[in-house]
């Protein structure tokens, strides 16, 4: 049994409890319960005591929409025109770097982030990949190196008629095959989704075959869904209807599945998003980044829509999500007094909702019986810390590094700053080595 002792404790359980000098107990891969250090030092006297020294414990945080095999690009120059929108940058960067991975690439371009991500206390995340020449066995090298590294993962491979069709069906048999290995081994540390790219490179013919690939396994979807421009005047001109509207008709929007980043949409599309209870997820930097629009996510939040947030491979360390959330909705908006409540909703409470739909257990909240993924952050509140002012001591006083400690399912990954069982030098060094190679061949 390992014993947090000593910190201020926001366990995000159902009642938003908040204790001071508190404690977290975890048996096996599970909460056991939390409450005074006192009590529980009493309680359990044989345990594995981490001290939190008056530092903010926590869930471990949660990542809806990533992508890791964007890794290899940091710091990549190409020689493609500056792009102007959304189809310039992913044909300039995006699909000349995916078709030049090899499955050592994969996983190493996993590997790295994960070690980031549990530096950041990121401890589950959710995955989009693509790999056109190297499809077979993709998500078999991430689910790997999120085995290796600890990182709790819900992954897929983003099926696409941009290649032609023979690696669309590799696609399909990629997220089939995995999809059923997940089931066969029904483990909470591993998950599957059915990855489809967007609407705009996939024929009806591509569409029909992946829904019914996807109701053979039971999975949901996970898309990009209007995220740019093109992608509307596409869905427009070939189908004449809207991207919502058209993955609706397909059945690809349900309870089960991921819509990301849903940008350019109606009104009318953000009632059809609500009605089909998918869950959307913001990724506000990558937004900012690729220069594609505002989500409207203070709308959709307001018509019962699930918005949750991602990083789309900007950046491991979800309080950068988190703080850039609000304020690009103030400046949209030119409101200071807009999106305080909505962003720590997506992060804290929607994301947990979000990946707890394809578990068994349930993660998120130090409670009783939910699996225990712990973060301690070497931060001293110097003002009052408690369940009402705790999401705005996160905003302006906590970023990923502030990370101290993470435990995921109850395996203590990093204990005071320093990683427990994996050499991240040596993989670090690996992945230059593989990275100034593919570089050669993008």
């Given at each position: 049994m390992i014993l947090i002792t000593h910190g201020e404790v926001a366990t995000r359980d159902e009642n938003n409890t908040f204790i001071h000098d508190g404690a977290v107990a975890i048996e096996g891969t599970k909460i056991k319960e939390a409450g005074a250090s006192r009590e529980m030092e009493s309680k359990y006297p044989d345990a594995q005591v981490i001290d939190a020294k008056g530092r903010l414990t926590m869930p471990g945080f949660i990542n809806t929409h990533m992508h890791y095999y964007s890794t290899f690009a940091r710091g990549m120059t190409l020689d493609s025109k500056p792009p102007v929108m959304l189809s310039d940058i992913l044909k300039g960067l995006w699909w000349r770097l995916d078709k030049a991975l090899t499955l050592e690439?994969?996983?190493?371009?996993?590997?790295?982030?994960?070690?980031?991500?549990?530096?950041?206390?990121?401890t589950t995340v959710v995955d989009h990949h693509a790999s056109p020449h190297a499809?077979?066995?993709?998500?078999?090298?991430?689910?790997?190196?999120?085995?290796?590294?600890?990182?709790?993962?819900?992954?897929?491979?983003?099926?696409?008629?941009?290649?032609?069709?023979?690696?669309?069906w590799a696609g399909i048999r990629e997220n089939t095959d995995f999809l059923r290995h997940c089931a066969q081994?029904?483990?909470d540390m591993l998950r599957g989704l059915f990855g489809l790219h967007a609407q705009m490179t996939l024929s009806d013919a591509t569409l029909e075959k992946c829904v019914q690939a996807a109701a053979d396994t039971g999975a949901g979807f996970h898309i990009h869904a209007a995220e740019g421009i093109e992608d509307v005047?596409?869905?427009?001109?070939?189908?004449?209807?809207r991207v919502i509207e058209r993955l609706n008709r397909f059945g690809v929007l349900t309870e089960k599945s991921i819509a990301a980043h849903c940008i350019h949409i109606t009104p009318q599309e953000m009632e059809m998003l609500a009605e089909s209870g998918v869950a959307v997820v913001h990724n506000p930097q990558s937004n900012m980044g690729n220069a594609v629009g505002v989500s409207p996510v203070l709308e959709m939040m307001a018509r019962g829509v699930p918005v949750g947030l991602g990083t789309d491979g900007y950046t491991a360390d979800m309080t950068e999500s988190y703080k850039a959330a609000g304020i690009l909705q103030k400046h949209a908006k030119g409101l200071p007094s807009v999106a305080w409540e909505e962003p720590p909703r997506m992060l804290f409470e929607n994301n947990r909702a979000i990946v707890n739909r394809h578990l068994t257990g349930l993660v998120?909240?130090?409670?009783?019986?939910?699996?225990?993924?712990?973060?301690?952050?070497?931060?001293?509140?110097?003002?009052?810390?408690?369940?009402?002012?705790v999401n705005a001591h996160i905003l302006?006083?906590?970023?990923?590094?502030?990370?101290?400690?993470?435990?995921?399912n109850g395996k203590i990954r990093m204990l005071h700053r320093e990683l427990t069982d994996i050499d991240a030098g040596g993989i670090a060094a690996k992945s230059r080595e593989l990275s100034a190679r593919l570089w050669e061949r993008v």
């Open positions: 690439d994969v996983y190493y371009s996993a590997i790295g982030p994960m070690i980031e991500e549990i530096r950041c206390g990121v499809v077979s066995g993709s998500l078999f090298a991430i689910a790997g190196a999120a085995g290796r590294a600890g990182v709790r993962s819900n992954l897929c491979y983003e099926v696409s008629d941009r290649d032609g069709s023979d690696i669309a081994k029904d483990d005047a596409d869905s427009l001109s070939k189908h004449d209807m998120g909240a130090l409670a009783p019986g939910w699996l225990a993924d712990v973060i301690i952050a070497d931060y001293w509140a110097p003002t009052p810390l408690n369940e009402n002012t302006f006083g906590v970023s990923g590094r502030h990370v101290d400690t993470t435990i995921v």
